[in-house]
Nanobody
Framework: QVQLVESGGGLVQAGGSLRLSCAASGRTISRYSMGWFRQAPGKEREFVAAISWIDGYTYYSDSVKGRFTISRDNAKNTVYLQMNNLKPEDTAVYYC???????????????????WGQGTQVTVSS
């Protein structure tokens, strides 16, 4: 079992930055692909970013590419999401996810995530 706990969310003005953290416990995440998803009110949970455990290759949704950066520190059992140039449409609850499959599998479907965190709220004001 892997427990995931997100932190770092909050209220920020448009154009600002936040860094989300996802701390894992229970098992090392060094052999898990990790990802971030988000869910806005009334919308489905959508893919944001993922990082491979094999080579650190990263994937991003088109809406965040060039603004967000996913990274991992296996020694700290933690994954990060650096979010820059935030926009009001980035407002959502952000969830961390772990998959025993490839990072690409998280891009294809959130159903491929085995573990989820409880989420952290990000609110971007205009």
């Amino acid at each position: 079992q892997v427990q995931l706990v997100e932190s770092g969310g909050g209220l920020v003005q448009a154009g600002g930055s936040l860094r989300l953290s996802c701390a894992a416990s229970g098992r090392t995440i060094s052999r898990y692909s990790m990802g971030w998803f988000r869910q806005a009110p009334g919308k489905e949970r959508e893919f944001v970013a993922a990082i491979s455990w094999i080579d650190g290759y990263t994937y991003y949704s088109d809406s965040v590419k060039g603004r967000f950066t996913i990274s991992r520190d296996n020694a700290k059992n933690t994954v990060y999401l650096q979010m820059n140039n935030l926009k009001p449409e980035d407002t959502a609850v952000y969830y961390c996810a772990a998959s025993a499959d490839s990072a690409a599998s998280l891009v294809h479907s959130r159903a491929n995530a085995r573990y989820w965190g409880q989420g952290t709220q990000v609110t971007v004001s205009s």
